[in-house]
């Protein structure tokens, strides 16, 4: 049965710290690995991440992908308040093309 | 602003009643998927359509049906509704059928007293 899990469940740090988040995942014939932000209500996206060992970075986060050790990491540098939401990771494959939602990180950013 | 619309963003009904959600998709998405996310959980695959057919199912109850219309635009019925239907319900839509970047409305909060 595909899966993933995300840790820490909730995080709180202080504004400036840099935050890494995990997800962990088995899926059949995996595809990709999204990564997605929720604040008040609709998650955004934040990255898609098909290969492996490939860094994608939009301004202080970063994502990375490792598909020898079935996981993935969000970084985030220099945090601020407003980075303070629900952190979802969701991988995919090709038993159903449908996405695999984590529980989530919930991250708090303390000023 | 994702560009899916959902309506209504709130709705307050009773046990056993029945409600309708609405989503259109982002201009130009052919696909439409429903969540389910209740509180503090993780979001739950219901349904996705891919231009007008039903392309995948996960975990959605026999009292809850959807479609997909002609211009797009997506129903889901929830019906026969128990408390335990209380939750956000989120449309997505993307361009391609399989798993890839989803753009997700705004939800709509359904409360049932």
């Known amino acids: 049965e595909d899966k993933v899990v995300q840790s820490p469940l909730s995080l709180v740090v202080h504004e400036g710290d840099t935050v890494t988040l995990n997800c962990s995942y088995e899926?059949?014939?995996?595809?990709?690995l999204l990564w997605y932000k929720q604040e008040k209500k609709a998650p955004t996206f934040l990255f898609m991440l098909?290969?492996s060992g490939i860094e994608k970075k939009s301004g202080r986060l970063s994502s990375i992908l490792d598909k020898k050790e079935l996981s993935s990491i969000l970084n985030i540098t220099a945090t601020q308040t407003g980075d303070s939401a629900i952190y979802l990771c969701?991988?995919?494959?090709?038993?159903?093309?449908?996405?695999?939602w984590g529980a989530g990180t919930k991250l708090i950013i303390k000023p | 602003d994702s560009g899916v619309t959902q309506t209504p963003k709130h709705l307050i009904t009773a046990t056993g009643q029945r409600v309708t959600l609405r989503c259109s998709p982002r201009?130009?998405?052919?696909?439409v998927y429903w969540y389910q996310q209740s509180l503090d959980q993780g979001l739950q695959f219901l349904i996705q359509?891919?231009?007008?057919?039903?392309?995948a199912k996960g975990n959605i109850l026999e009292r809850f049906s959807a479609q997909q219309f002609p211009d797009l635009h997506s129903e889901l019925n929830l019906s026969s509704l128990e408390l335990g239907d209380s939750a956000l319900y989120f449309c997505?839509?993307?361009?391609?059928?399989?798993?890839?970047?989803?753009?997700f409305g705004e939800g709509s909060r359904l409360t049932v007293l």
């Open positions: 969701a991988p995919g494959g090709d038993s159903n093309y449908q996405l695999i």
């Open positions: 201009s130009g998405d052919l696909s």
């Open positions: 098909t290969s």
């Open positions: 359509y891919y231009n007008g057919e039903e392309r």
């Open positions: 997505a839509s993307s361009v391609v059928s399989e798993a890839g970047e989803l753009f």
């Open positions: 899926v059949t014939n995996f595809r990709s």
